[in-house]
């Protein structure tokens, strides 16, 4: 059976309500829905990006029976920094963890290998690229043939079956619960502790909170890069979009932790945890954590997921974790290939 696509290539179209009812009543019926393609993130991404680079929209639909696939997709046509690359990406590419297309029906191995077959030659047939590049596919729906040029694991805790957090630190080594208490204890003996629950509400407060946040987040990931207004644009149209979890750690008066997550199906999605470096003594980041995942079970969340990357201070809430994968196929034009050689030599003199 053919696949029938449908690409739209129109921003107003695409932020039309009739458009977003379609997408989240897609969402909704998928299985493999995930919060990083919920059109208040999408949106977020890419009123952040628009003024900062060259991008064009080809949100795909593609359908195939009773199956049904969305993915929304731009053309980034890069200056000289970038060898004039026009690289194909998802929505939300390199800042947010998944990347999956968005299925529902039956999808199987076959299914996503000829999705992406057929969709290359789609592509091909309205726009000019030299790369297609997603990152931070499972491999329920890796590409055939392409090339992986990343893995990495996503810690997560699988919340079935806990009722309560008592439930969930039943199943952590004694030595652990014990440190949990001492630095509760200890935290407490400093100054009065108390965990807020940022809304729409309290914008105010978001605002205020956010530059000390980014101060402190980059004090601590140098490197990291933030886009210009990124993450206020999240807060703004996730709160809205009832997608976002934002809390806080207070010792006193002072904000001594800050934790912004994510809140869609059963799923929790912790994201960007933030430290006040003064206070780090008090052990608040542990603490916040553990308010996190109570928070998660009381909502029944079956998933507390903690994304990529396996830093060390994940391993003690966790054993289990998925695998991503990030995926390029590199067109075989000549003129790809010198752009190509190109940017091997920038990253080398670089």
Known sequence: ????????????????????????????????????????????????????????????????????????????????????????????????????????GAWSEGCAADFWRLLRKELSKVV???????????????????????????????????????????????????????????????????????????????????????????????????????HRNLLRLGLDGGVIHFSRILLGDEVASWRLGFLYKDRYYSYMPTLNPKLLEYGVGKLHLLRCIDFAIRQNCSVYDQLRGSEMYKSEWTQDDATVYSYRWLNAGVSTKIKCFLEMIKNKVR
């Open 1 to 104: 059976m053919n696949w029938e696509f449908e690409i739209i290539r129109d921003w107003n179209v695409i932020w039309s309500d009739e458009h977003r009812k379609r997408w989240l009543q897609h969402m909704d019926a998928a299985d493999n829905a995930h919060v990083f393609f919920h059109p208040a993130l999408a949106k977020a991404w890419v009123e952040t990006y628009l003024p900062l680079r060259n991008l064009s929209p080809f949100f795909v639909w593609a359908k195939q029976g009773e199956i049904q696939v969305m993915l929304p997709l731009v053309l980034w046509k890069k200056n000289w920094k970038g060898a004039f690359m026009r690289s194909v990406i998802p929505f939300g590419y390199s800042d947010f963890d998944y990347h999956d297309p968005i299925v529902s």
């Open 128 to 230: 000019r690229f030299d790369v297609i590049e997603i990152d931070g596919m499972h491999a329920s729906s890796m590409p055939d043939g392409w090339s992986c040029v990343h893995e990495e694991k996503c810690p997560l805790i699988a919340l079935c079956g806990f009722h309560t957090l008592d439930d969930y630190l039943s199943t952590r080594n004694k030595k652990m619960r014990y440190n949990l208490r001492r630095q509760e204890k200890k935290a407490g003996e400093y100054a009065t502790l108390k965990f807020e629950i940022l809304t729409v509400a309290e914008w105010h407060l978001v605002e205020s909170d956010l530059p000390v946040l980014l101060e402190y987040h980059r004090l601590r990931w140098p490197k990291a890069y933030k886009a210009p207004d990124f």
